[in-house]
């Protein structure tokens, strides 16, 4: 069920109605089933995987509570119940990845082993692929249980006796499919006071869903348009159109998973929730290291406190803290995809983060518009990395557009995408208005907090003109074809 959908228009006055009219006591269990509802929506068979996730780390968690079985035990019962948890995702989502690699090793070691004489069995020409349907918002759910386990490992949270509360923690429906990956120190903890219905509260979280759907629906899907017909064929394609193409994509990303995270926050704000922030204006950023602070805080805040502190981090020789950040980026890259462009697209902003911690001296004299602009520009070349079906065609695309850049190659013709000439000035609108948001959102002015103290109606007639604006202009269908959130996929 997606949030840009008529059905979960529907689905969220229901219950909300039904939330707050039920006693206290059933209002858990009935957010439990709203939950496990609107994720088997997508498929039903994947409710199992959800409740099979559920029930490992709450188990696992309370036997890591215990203090029978000594430290080898526990250290047993934690690394047994990391495998189980992470053996769906692996299976899921990084089976094909793994067969093709192994083929191409088989193949390479055929090649050599036939080049020096040694009588080999050729390898198979036709690799196998596993018709797998990827469980939508399995990395973020099942690394929402792990980080739960690894806290009640660590001591920093007691386990859950209450299994049904705990399987709603793991299921919450406005951030189950794509974040924000909660802590349960903060979320899970939320579940065990009463939630009375708030006006104040209901009124932020309607201009907080109504800014997500904008950047969705007017911003995100108008971009999609054009950045999709333009890889699909970035060899036909020219230079300009293509660098057009990532910068739309830049936003299109942004959009749509900004989008997603703020109509979760305010999805969950309605029934009296809080979850943290995803975005603190990213494009806003000084560096890549700031842009990482800003983006996807979620994850990377989870990278940072169950990868690269435990490595060590930045406590250890400049060597092991270079190859602690390599490390991590890189693994922040494979969980974005199963492809070794979405591996080195993360390398490339872990060389990034290093370049940033060599030239910090000199950053701090440059001009805050340019350090601004250099680090959109590099954001741009992971993103080209990042948006590629390959390395290959990200190296082709990428050197496509430096010939415009750099070589001024010749302008044949600028193609719209199925795009016409209002719809692109739309898109530029939008992209500028995103820019202004974020610009005043740095300097500590929040524009939807300056228009809730206004008179209620100008409130009203902004949110009247907000909910026109976005029927009006927002992609519905036809050619558009509006599609799932990005990260859906990932």
Same mark, same amino acid.
């Given at each position: 069920?997606?949030?840009?959908?008529?059905? #979960?228009?529907?689905?969220?006055?229901?219950?909300?109605?039904?939330?707050?009219?039920?006693?206290?006591?059933?209002?858990?269990?009935?957010?439990?089933?709203?939950?496990?509802?609107?994720?088997?929506?997508? !498929?039903?068979?994947?409710?199992?995987?959800?409740?099979?996730?559920?029930?490992?780390?709450?188990?696992?968690? &309370?036997?890591?509570?215990?203090? $029978?079985?000594?430290?080898? /035990?526990?250290?047993?019962?934690?690394?047994?119940?990391?495998?189980?948890?992470?053996?769906?995702?692996?299976?899921?989502?990084?089976?094909?990845?793994?067969?093709? !690699?192994?083929?191409?090793?088989?193949?390479?070691?055929?090649?050599?082993?036939?080049?020096?004489?040694?009588?080999?069995?050729?390898?198979?020409?036709?690799?196998?692929?596993?018709?797998?349907?990827?469980?939508?918002?399995?990395?973020?759910? *099942?690394?929402?249980?792990?980080? #739960?386990?690894?806290?009640?490992? &660590? /001591?920093?949270? !007691?386990?859950?006796?209450?299994?049904?509360?705990?399987?709603?923690?793991?299921?919450?429906?406005?951030?189950?499919?794509?974040?924000?990956?909660? &802590?349960?120190?903060?979320?899970?903890?939320?579940?065990?006071?009463?939630? &009375?219905?708030?006006?104040?509260?209901?009124?932020?979280?309607?201009?907080?869903?109504?800014? $997500?759907?904008?950047?969705?629906?007017?911003?995100?899907?108008?971009?999609?348009?054009?950045?999709?017909?333009?890889?699909?064929?970035?060899?036909? *394609?020219?230079?300009?159109?293509?660098?057009?193409?990532?910068?739309?994509?830049?936003?299109?990303?942004?959009?749509?998973?900004?989008?997603?995270?703020?109509?979760?926050?305010?999805?969950?704000?309605?029934?009296?929730?809080?979850?943290?922030?995803?975005?603190?204006?990213?494009?806003?950023?000084? !560096?890549?290291?700031?842009?990482?602070?800003?983006?996807?805080?979620?994850?990377?805040?989870?990278?940072?406190?169950?990868?690269?502190?435990?490595?060590?981090?930045?406590?250890?020789?400049?060597?092991? *803290?270079?190859?602690?950040?390599?490390?991590?980026?890189?693994?922040?890259?494979?969980?974005?995809?199963?492809?070794?462009?979405?591996?080195? %697209? $993360?390398?490339?902003?872990?060389?990034?983060?290093?370049?940033?911690?060599?030239?910090?001296?000199?950053?701090?004299?440059?001009?805050?518009?340019?350090?601004?602009?250099?680090?959109?520009?590099?954001?741009?070349?992971? %993103?080209?990395?990042?948006?590629?079906?390959?390395?290959?065609?990200?190296?082709?695309?990428?050197?496509?557009?430096?010939?415009?850049?750099?070589?001024?190659?010749?302008?044949?013709?600028?193609?719209?995408?199925?795009?016409?000439?209002?719809?692109?000035?739309?898109?530029?609108?939008?992209?500028?208005?995103?820019?202004?948001?974020? *610009?005043?959102?740095?300097? /500590?002015?929040?524009?939807?907090?300056?228009?809730?103290?206004?008179?209620?109606?100008?409130?009203?007639?902004?949110?009247?003109?907000?909910?026109?604006?976005?029927?009006?202009?927002?992609? %519905?269908?036809?050619?558009?074809?509006?599609?799932?959130?990005? #990260?859906?996929?990932?």
């Amino acid at each position: 069920m997606l949030f840009n959908s008529f059905k #979960y228009l529907v689905f969220l006055p229901v219950l909300l109605l039904f939330y707050f009219v039920l006693p206290l006591k059933l209002r858990n269990w009935w957010l439990l089933v709203c939950s496990y509802f609107f994720y088997m929506s997508w !498929n039903a068979a994947h409710g199992i995987l959800l409740f099979a996730c559920t029930a490992v780390s709450y188990t696992g968690a &309370r036997l890591l509570q215990r203090d $029978g079985g000594g430290a080898k /035990g526990r250290k047993l019962a934690f690394a047994l119940t990391l495998c189980a948890l992470f053996a769906p995702l692996v299976f899921y989502k990084y089976s094909n990845f793994l067969l093709q !690699n192994a083929f191409r090793a088989l193949r390479l070691f055929v090649g050599l082993a036939g080049a020096v004489g040694k009588p080999v069995v050729a390898a198979s020409a036709q690799v196998p692929e596993l018709d797998l349907a990827l469980p939508v918002g399995i990395s973020f759910f *099942t690394f929402q249980a792990a980080g #739960y386990v690894v806290d009640v490992y &660590r /001591g920093t949270v !007691n386990a859950e006796k209450n299994f049904f509360r705990y399987a709603l923690f793991v299921s919450f429906f406005p951030q189950l499919v794509a974040g924000p990956i909660e &802590r349960s120190s903060k979320l899970l903890c939320q579940f065990n006071t009463a939630k &009375r219905f708030d006006f104040d509260r209901a009124k932020d979280a309607v201009f907080i869903m109504l800014w $997500g759907y904008f950047l969705k629906m007017v911003l995100a899907d108008r971009a999609a348009v054009f950045v999709k017909s333009a890889y699909a064929k970035p060899y036909e *394609t020219e230079g300009m159109t293509m660098l057009c193409a990532t910068i739309f994509f830049a936003f299109q990303i942004y959009g749509d998973f900004y989008g997603y995270s703020l109509i979760a926050k305010g999805s969950a704000k309605l029934l009296g929730f809080d979850l943290m922030d995803n975005f603190k204006s990213p494009y806003c950023a000084l !560096n890549v290291q700031d842009f990482w602070r800003r983006w996807h805080i979620s994850l990377s805040t989870w990278f940072r406190d169950y990868v690269y502190f435990p490595l060590g981090g930045s406590r250890c020789s400049a060597v092991r *803290t270079s190859l602690n950040i390599m490390l991590v980026m890189a693994l922040s890259g494979l969980w974005h995809g199963a492809g070794w462009h979405f591996v080195a %697209w $993360g390398l490339l902003h872990g060389f990034l983060q290093l370049a940033d911690r060599a030239t910090a001296g000199i950053q701090k004299k440059l001009p805050v518009l340019l350090r601004r602009i250099l680090t959109f520009f590099w954001v741009n070349v992971g %993103w080209c990395l990042f948006r590629s079906p390959s390395l290959r065609t990200a190296v082709y695309t990428m050197k496509s557009i430096g010939e415009f850049i750099v070589a001024h190659r010749q302008i044949h013709d600028f193609y719209y995408m199925k795009l016409d000439w209002p719809e692109i000035k739309l898109l530029w609108f939008c992209i500028a208005l995103l820019l202004l948001v974020d *610009t005043l959102n740095c300097k /500590g002015i929040c524009v939807r907090r300056q228009i809730q103290k206004c008179s209620a109606g100008v409130q009203i007639a902004a949110v009247a003109a907000g909910i026109v604006f976005i029927v009006a202009v927002g992609v %519905w269908g036809g050619i558009y074809n509006a599609a799932d959130f990005i #990260y859906f996929q990932f």
